[in-house]
């Protein structure tokens, strides 16, 4: 139901990664492969927002780029000052004036949100819910807001600074995604103030507001892990675990054998075929493709790499960007491969460098053996047929 419904996602991006003490804007950090923005408007995609503005700051050039490589429709707007979240939002104005059925605020700096729970919450939209807050019950509710509610129904959301103890003892808490109905999201948002101790303009003030024009607000709640956010780099390597075991429930419920699931590092991307084995220590960055029955050994590397049906990889190997691999072909210890392909059931099992290569099908090559490609200024393909034997003698 609330697919067919038309959906703006504002995506809040202003974050300056000064706690990571970091030059770069903190939506632009990576976990499994990919920045934290784009996990952000993946999941945006895969639950149906048509339209998706990205609020950027500091660095918004680049956030841009960002946003528009995922998305390319992505309306980008910059929040020159920070003012408060509400105030971010508002940054975004004209594209909220346009009316969309929902419109979805989330945080650029919570990569783990599912796109099922965006779908619930615009569900909750639909059934008649001005305001929806996505909520969790953590384990230390510190400096979260808390979801206030009276007989069953959600009242207001006060911000840890401004709660009283009562308040303070709450334990279910704002996890930051909120939606709004687009016919009134202006209407409310714009009657938000920052008469508070922070002098910000709080989106959470949403709640209140709504009440007291005579609408409804809802709370759907979701588990800690889902609302994750990242301030600092201590909290991006505890995100990045959690999507990891993630990652690897997905690969093994699909059928991939992980010998050893913890010590192996996925990509968002990684795509598996059918009875894959990959041996423990093996990191996969983003790209990568593995073909049926393939056996990834230990302490491989692997980047925007393909490897075809059979193929046997490591122990020890390095597929960087361009490897390709067709059926069967060994790639054994030491040996590194870069924009190269290897055709059927080529074999080079010790020491090599092959890049900006062709290896010819049935083709073995031998140990220590290196493909010249660079003389300086320009670079050489290397073409070795089809069942050539390079040996070293
Ligand atoms: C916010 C919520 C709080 C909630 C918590 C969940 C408000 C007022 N508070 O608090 O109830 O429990 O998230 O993590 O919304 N941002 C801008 N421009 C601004 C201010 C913020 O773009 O002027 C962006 C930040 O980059 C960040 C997000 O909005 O992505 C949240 O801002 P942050 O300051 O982290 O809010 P919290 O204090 O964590
Ligand atoms: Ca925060």
Do not use: W
């Amino acid at each position: 139901m609330a697919l067919e419904r038309s959906c703006l996602a504002v995506v809040l991006a202003a974050g300056e990664g000064t706690r990571m003490r970091s030059a770069r804007p903190k939506v632009l950090h990576a976990i499994a492969g990919r920045s934290l923005l784009a996990h952000v408007l993946h999941a945006v995609r895969e639950a149906g927002g048509t339209l998706t503005a990205v609020v950027g700051g500091l660095g918004a050039e680049a956030v841009a780029a960002e946003a528009k490589r995922i998305l390319p429709d992505a309306e980008i707007f910059v929040q020159a000052e920070r003012r408060g979240t509400a105030h971010a939002v508002l940054a975004a104005k004209a594209a909220i004036a346009r009316a969309p059925d929902d419109v979805l605020v989330i945080f650029g700096d919570t990569p783990l949100i599912r796109p099922q729970t965006l779908t619930r919450i615009r569900e909750a939209v639909a059934q008649g819910a001005a305001v929806v807050v996505l909520g969790f019950r953590p384990k230390d509710p510190a400096g979260y807001g808390r979801l206030v509610v009276e007989d069953g129904k959600l009242v207001a959301i006060r911000e840890e600074v401004d709660a009283s103890p009562a308040e303070r003892a709450i334990k279910l808490c704002n996890g930051g995604l909120m939606a709004f109905a687009g016919p009134t999201a202006l209407a409310i948002l714009e009657r938000i103030g920052n008469d508070n101790r922070k002098g910000e303009y709080y989106l959470t003030d949403a709640v209140a507001i709504a009440r007291a024009m005579g609408c409804k607000a809802t709370v759907i709640e979701t588990e800690e892990d889902e609302v994750r956010g990242i301030n600092t780099n201590a909290q991006l390597a505890e995100t990045a675990a959690v999507l990891q075991q993630r990652l690897r429930k997905a690969a093994m419920e699909q059928g991939v054998t992980l010998v050893a699931p913890e010590t192996v590092f996925l990509s968002s991307d990684t795509k598996f075929g059918r009875e894959v084995v990959v041996e423990p220590f093996v990191v996969f960055g983003p790209g990568v493709t593995v073909e049926d029955n393939a056996v990834i050994r230990s302490f491989s590397h692997l980047e925007r790499a393909h490897v075809g049906k059979g193929a046997l990889v490591g122990p020890y190997a390095r597929l960087r960007p361009g490897a390709h691999l067709q059926e069967n072909v060994h790639v054994g210890n030491f040996v590194e491969i870069k924009e190269a392909l290897i055709e059927t059931g080529a074999k080079a099992n010790h020491l090599s460098y092959i890049g900006d290569a062709t290896v010819g099908a049935g083709a073995n090559v031998g140990a220590g053996t290196v493909t010249c490609n660079y003389d300086g200024v320009a670079k050489h393909r290397t073409e070795i047929g089809k069942d050539a034997f390079i040996g070293a003698a």
